[in-house]
């Protein structure tokens, strides 16, 4: 059952934005050690689960399995499970820094969208009134 929330699609930009955000944090973290001896850059794989939800999520009446899902999604994210050291790498700045900027572009975009959303259901309660 769709509520005014946004259901499944709710759930879904909020895990894509939690994931960004840990994705944020292990390239700030692999730029902050780019000097380290011995480090190995951290990059984060989420984006098979992701559309793999998200393909998912068009089917019918499976609203409930994809709120399980969605849960099981958060939890690997949360717990480290979706982050891989590139083992015998060493980290490049610059692929570091256009990693940062397209992850903030990405983020910006889902903010954008959810932006939008609420000015459409803002407008919807309103009668297109303030």
Same mark, same amino acid.
């Given at each position: +059952? +769709? =509520?005014?929330?946004? #259901?499944?699609?709710?759930?879904?930009?909020?895990?894509?934005? =939690?994931? &960004?955000?840990s994705r944020q944090k292990v390239i700030a973290n692999n730029i902050a050690n780019a000097n380290t001896t011995g480090?190995?850059?951290? /990059?984060? %794989?989420?984006?098979?689960? &992701? !559309?793999?939800? %998200?393909? &998912?999520?068009? !089917?019918?009446?499976?609203?409930?399995?994809?709120? /399980?899902?969605? #849960?099981?999604?958060e939890h690997d994210l949360l717990n480290g499970r979706m982050a891989q050291t590139e083992k015998g790498k060493s980290v490049e700045l610059d692929v570091e820094m256009a990693r940062l900027t397209d992850n903030l572009i990405r983020y910006q975009a889902l903010l954008e969208g959810m932006s939008k959303r609420t000015a459409v259901l803002k407008m919807a309660v309103t009668g297109g009134r303030g």
């Open positions: +059952m +769709m =509520d005014i929330t946004g #259901g499944i699609t709710s759930f879904l930009v909020h895990s894509a934005l =939690d994931a &960004l955000t480090f190995s850059p951290i /990059r984060m %794989a989420f984006e098979q689960q &992701l !559309q793999h939800l %998200a393909s &998912l999520s068009v !089917q019918p009446n499976i609203e409930s399995t994809l709120v /399980r899902k969605f #849960g099981d999604f």
